[in-house]
Structures are given as C-alpha cells and as structure tokens.
C-alpha cells in the first residue's frame, strides 16, 4: 500500500500558474502508475493527468492538455502537476491517487487517494 499526501494548492489569479505535489511514502512508488483527479463543487471527480510508472507513458483530459504538465520522480516519491493558463473552469479539489503497475485515466481504476488539496482560480 502506498499513502499519498497532496500540497501546493492555493489561490491564483486566472492566467496564474500553480505547481501541485504528490508525496507518498513507502519503498514501492516506483510500482504505481499515478493519476490526478479533480472534483468540483456539484460535480463529478473528473480525470486530469496520469502517468506511467516509468513516466514515458502519459494521459491528459482534453480540457487541460497544453496547459498542465503531469510528471514524477521516483527517487523523491513524488509526482507534480504543474498548472499554467489556470482559469475559473479548473476550480476543484485536485486529488493525486496511484494505481499498481497500469496506468489508467479511470478513476475506478486507482485504490489509493490522498486527501486533495483545493485549487481556487479568481477571474
């Protein structure tokens, strides 16, 4: 099992950018294919990025693709999604989860969550 604890949420102007970290712990990251979702107020969690375990191997939702940049450093047990050209539309909760060996953009797919960490664009 592997735990994972999000950060680098925040407030930011439209236009901003904001760079989100995935911390997890245990000797296993290298293992998980990991994936960030985000869920708005009223809304379903939608999917944004995933990535392989190697990192070669990478998915963007179409309304974020061009904008965000999922990557990983398994030496740092930690993934990033860095986030440009925010606007209103990618206000949400922003969760990081890691799902064994496969990589997928389907939230069933994934069994470990953090607990999010709010991503709020002011227009």
């Known amino acids: 099992q592997v735990q994972l604890v999000e950060s680098g949420g925040g407030l930011v102007q439209a236009g901003g950018s904001l760079r989100l970290s995935c911390a997890a712990s245990g000797r296993t990251f290298s293992t998980y294919a990991m994936g960030w979702f985000r869920q708005a107020p009223g809304k379903e969690r939608e999917f944004v990025a995933a990535?392989?375990?190697?990192?070669?191997?990478?998915f963007y939702a179409d309304s974020v693709r061009g904008r965000f940049t999922i990557s990983r450093d398994n030496a740092k047990n930690t993934v990033y999604l860095q986030m440009a050209s925010l606007n209103a539309e990618d206000t949400a909760v922003y969760y990081c989860?890691?799902?064994?060996?496969?990589?997928?953009?389907?939230?069933?797919?994934?069994?470990?969550w953090g607990q999010g960490t709010q991503v709020t664009v002011s227009s």
């Open positions: 990535i392989s375990r190697s990192g070669i191997t990478i």
């Open positions: 989860a890691a799902r064994y060996w496969v990589t997928a953009s389907s939230s069933n797919d994934y069994t470990n």
